[in-house]
């Protein structure tokens, strides 16, 4: 069984303060690796897909990267618009994702 | 925004009635899927489809079921709700032909009294 772990569950940052989020994961035959945000009663809203250990993709602030066991999430130089809470899932032999419980993060001015 | 949409976006619902939800798209993907999130578990898969009429079970499909006769519907429904199945349901739709990505609704809150 696929399994997702996201630590820490919650985050406080104050502005400008870097930090990074962490997605462990256990599944055979990793098909790809998703990162989410979601923000208070919203929908995911997808952010990254990442394929192959050692892969690496940025957007603004936000760069993700993946090794064999676990991804992580760097936020850079954070602002408070980055407050959410942040959702990595797994894909494995199939369409199916396998979804973490989340982080979420809160981003002080 | 992908082009999908949720209604009702809230339900509150007693015990023991039938609920449909429904999920509608604009972009002509191929897969759909229903989840509910609950504090403490992120989302899990409650029934996916991969085409009209072809459907499977998620992670927690117990109590309910789907139907999908248009591309562009996918209805997920709550035989006899219960309080256990408050929650919060998302739908989300994906290309296999694309990357795999999965892009969601916005949710439909339902209340289980």
């Known amino acids: 069984e696929d399994q997702v772990t996201q630590s820490p569950e919650a985050l406080r940052l104050q502005e400008g303060e870097s930090s990074s989020l962490n997605c462990s994961y256990t599944?055979?035959?990793?098909?790809?690796l998703f990162w989410y945000r979601q923000d208070p009663g919203k929908g995911p809203e997808f952010l990254f897909t990442l394929y192959s250990a050692g892969e690496e993709k940025e957007k603004e602030r936000l760069k993700a990267t993946l090794t064999k066991k676990e991804s992580f999430l760097h936020i850079t130089a954070p602002k408070p618009e980055d407050s959410a809470t942040y959702l990595c899932?797994?894909?494995?032999?199939?369409?199916?994702?396998?979804f973490g419980a989340g982080t979420t993060v809160t981003v002080r001015a | 925004d992908a082009g999908i949409t949720q209604s009702p976006r809230h339900k509150v619902t007693e015990t023991g009635t039938p609920v449909t939800l429904r999920c509608h798209q604009t972009e002509n993907h191929r897969y759909m899927y229903w989840y509910r999130q609950d504090p403490g578990h992120g989302l899990r898969l409650i029934h996916y489809s991969y085409g009209v009429k072809d459907t499977d079970k998620g992670e927690v499909s117990d109590g309910y079921s789907v139907s999908r006769s248009k591309t562009e519907d996918f209805l997920l429904t709550l035989e006899s709700a219960t309080s256990s199945q408050t929650s919060v349901y998302f739908c989300?739709?994906?290309?296999?032909?694309?990357?795999?990505?999965?892009?969601f609704g916005p949710g439909t809150r339902l209340t289980v009294t």
């Open positions: 989300a739709i994906s290309d296999p032909g694309g990357h795999n990505e999965q892009y």
């Open positions: 899932a797994v894909q494995a032999g199939d369409y199916k994702l396998s």
């Open positions: 599944v055979s035959g990793l098909r790809g």
